[in-house]
């Protein structure tokens, strides 16, 4: 009886950090779509899935992931992008440039 109520304080913590996530990104102007324009540390923009609490294709380092950026290409850390500052062809360049959708 311990482990199922160990399991579901796990459980419920884990739905509570992604909820959290979520909300942060909403507050902050980021898109709740799963597709999101980020940037790599060498400026490159690209688009890639991003759900909260959710890493298949990378490693998440709270609010970065370290993942391989289709355009350089190489590995680096890259952070979510509001689409309210970007220009309109910073915007068209990152939709061309799309990592994997398939892990």
Known sequence: MK?????RVHVLAAA???VAST???RRRGYPRAPIVIVRCRQGHLFTTIWVPGLSIKSIRLGWARVQRCPVGPHWSLVTPV???ELSDE???WAHQHRDVRVP
């Open 23 to 25: 909300l942060g990104m």
């Open 16 to 18: 509570g950090a992604i």
């Open 90 to 92: 910073d915007l068209s």
């Open 3 to 7: 482990l199922i109520k160990d399991r």
């Open 82 to 84: 509001k689409e309210s």
